[in-house]
């Protein structure tokens, strides 16, 4: 598949919105319930294009995968056991793939993209948290050589657990 990771911009909200109720419809269906009505809110999407933070990746116009990455730690992150303590730290947030495009290799095109934009860019670290119910990403970033941090992410109402990766990129 030829494609290329591209900055989105404000005119993607749409889409990327559209994509993300798609993957989490789907994801329901699985069992996966890592993101639900509420998050990602459209509130946080928008502020994400604004600050210029989201990539995406195309078939022609058509927007199949986006990532966010910014330096934002959860506030619950200071309770994690980071084995790479470090202030300069890129978060990877919502690696979101059109499930009609799933199995593809788009997601570790993703990751990949996040630690060559890591170094580029003069992080020390990348860290995020990751959906515990969710078998595949599970294994592609303990695959990748990300490590799990000591310590869980509670969110939503539902208190949906997550364990956290890092990975040195220098």
């Known amino acids: 598949m030829d494609t290329d990771i591209e900055k989105a911009t404000p005119d993607d909200f749409a889409e990327i919105l559209e994509l993300y109720h798609i993957a989490t419809s789907v994801h329901k269906k699985l069992g996966i319930i890592q993101w639900d009505d509420e998050y990602p809110s459209g509130e946080t999407l928008k502020e994400n294009l604004e600050s210029?933070?989201?990539?995406?990746i195309k078939v022609g116009d058509k927007i199949i995968a986006t990532v966010t990455l910014d330096e934002d730690q959860d506030p619950q992150y200071k309770d994690i056991?980071?084995?790479?303590?470090?202030?300069?730290?890129?978060?990877?947030?919502?690696?979101?793939?059109?499930?009609?495009?799933?199995?593809?290799?788009l997601a570790k095109r993703l990751m990949l993209f996040s630690?060559?934009?890591?170094?580029?860019?003069?992080?020390?670290?990348?860290?995020?948290?990751?959906?515990l119910g969710n078998n595949a990403s599970q294994r592609l970033y303990r695959n990748m050589g990300y490590h799990e941090a000591i310590g869980y992410c509670y969110y939503h109402p539902d208190m949906i657990m997550c364990n956290c990766f890092e990975k040195r990129v220098y």
Do not use: K
């Open 81 to 105: 056991q980071w084995a790479y303590p470090s202030s300069n730290v890129l978060v990877v947030h919502r690696v979101c793939i059109d499930p009609s495009f799933q199995g593809r290799g």
């Open 115 to 131: 630690e060559t934009f890591a170094r580029e860019n003069n992080y020390e670290v990348i860290r995020f948290d990751a959906f």
């Open 52 to 56: 210029e933070v989201t990539w995406v």
